[in-house]
């Protein structure tokens, strides 16, 4: 994993995304999933890409329920895109490159 992309747990939850002053993107995965091993390295490169601008996160569902849970999430991968604490975006499923991108653009 690349070192922009920080892990978070239903703890640091609150904190890393919620009040983040930058916008906010989860990658809700676990580790049987083969479409979230396929979308990892996209995030990854975007992690690079937005750098500065948007902060990049990864949650294994397996091993945190409460916030997934809270947030609906009933299909990995979904990535969520939070901007003042408020979920702005959400995709689910492994999708390309350009439409995380087009995502990501229109709240940044």
């Known amino acids: 994993m690349a070192a922009k992309v920080h892990v978070v747990t239903d703890q640091s939850f609150e ?3 919620i009040q983040s002053p930058e916008p906010a993107l989860v990658d809700f ?4 999933c083969g479409p979230c091993r396929m979308i990892a390295p996209i995030v990854e490169e975007l992690s690079g890409e ?3 601008r948007v902060k990049f996160t990864k949650m294994n569902v397996d091993e945190n329920m409460q916030t997934p849970g ?3 999430i009933r299909g990995i991968p979904t990535l969520l895109l939070f901007k ?3 979920v702005v975006k959400e ?3 492994a999708v390309p490159k350009s439409q995380i991108k087009e995502a990501i653009d229109a709240h940044v």
Do not use: F, H, P, Q
């Not at 995965?29 to 049987?32: E, L, M």
């Open 15 to 17: 904190a890393e995304v």
């Open 70 to 72: 809270r947030y609906g």
């Open 29 to 32: 995965w676990a580790v049987w």
């Open 84 to 86: 003042g604490g408020k």
């Open 50 to 52: 937005y750098d500065g």
């Open 91 to 93: 995709i689910v499923g």
